[in-house]
């Protein structure tokens, strides 16, 4: 299902809180300049890490898996590869309460995935980067780079 820039705009007002899944404790990666991005515009990001658990990130200790969360989580934004999903999905479904949205980062599709977790009542949204549009619908600095001819 599209979803529209009212309801991306939507989604982002409303959410508070972000669980980070595969967030990267490298400063070079998206999955690390996102979420840094997304703190210094008012969220509480929440790093998912089983690598770098026990650890901490953007000043907030490293869970290893979802339902080590203990508050409540607004929306899940994913970096896995879209292979790596499905395995997730239980984890996201269990969580209490449900995040209202699970967004996959730009590049990330799983339509099995995104169904399963549509039909408990989350939106989803596939194959967009939440840095770039909470710059383009809220007007933060994103600090994009813009698409160049080189190969």
């Not at 979420?35 to 969220?43: F, I, R, T, W």
């Not at 499905?86 to 995040?99: E, F, G, T």
């Not at 339509?111 to 989803?124: K, M, R, Y």
Request: with cysteine.
């Amino acid at each position: 299902m599209a979803i529209s820039d009212d309801q991306l705009r939507k989604v982002l007002d409303d959410t508070h809180t972000i669980a980070i899944l595969g967030a990267s404790t490298k400063s070079d990666r998206a999955a690390n300049q996102v979420p840094l991005y997304l703190q210094q515009h008012g969220y509480t990001v929440l790093p998912v890490n089983p690598v770098a658990a026990g650890g901490e990130l953007f000043g907030e200790p490293v869970t290893a898996t979802l339902a080590e969360i203990s508050q409540p989580v607004d929306l899940v934004d994913v970096f896995r590869r879209p292979v790596d999903i499905p395995p997730h999905v239980p984890d996201i479904l269990a969580m209490r309460p449900l995040p209202k949205v699970v967004w996959f980062q730009l590049g990330i599709r799983n339509d099995e995935a995104a169904a399963q977790l549509e039909a408990a009542g989350i939106t989803v949204v596939q194959d967009k980067c939440t840095k770039i549009e909470h710059a383009r619908l809220l007007g933060g600095s994103a600090g994009a780079r813009e698409p160049s001819d080189e190969g």
